[in-house]
């Protein structure tokens, strides 16, 4: 048998509040974040400066890293050495 004590085990208790819908939540946390912007506009800027940087740089890498695929050798991963087309 099991040697849990049962006071480490959740019981699963039905609770009558129903939580929170995930469109209430989301509206919710909208809310904070705005009045965060509100209150520290500086920082709010300075983050959405850094979103975008990193969406940037993620696009940037992404179109490199497709633009040698499908071709011979045009990966790291190539693994044999290159032959020069004379």
């Known amino acids: 048998m099991s040697s849990i004590p049962d006071t480490a085990m959740p ?3 039905e609770s009558d509040a129903q939580s929170p819908s ?3 939540r989301a509206t919710a946390q909208a809310r904070r974040a705005a009045g965060l912007v509100r209150g ?3 920082t709010a ?3 959405g400066a850094a979103v975008a ?3 940037a740089t ?3 890498v992404r179109a490199r890293r497709g633009k040698g695929a ?3 050798g045009g990966g790291k991963s190539g ?3 290159k032959k020069k087309k004379v």
């Open 79 to 81: 693994g044999g050495s």
């Open 70 to 72: 499908g071709t011979e």
């Open 45 to 47: 800027i300075a983050a």
């Open 22 to 24: 995930l469109a209430s």
């Open 11 to 13: 019981k699963a208790v």
């Open 53 to 55: 940087a990193g969406v």
């Open 58 to 60: 993620a696009a940037v």
């Open 40 to 42: 520290n506009p500086k």
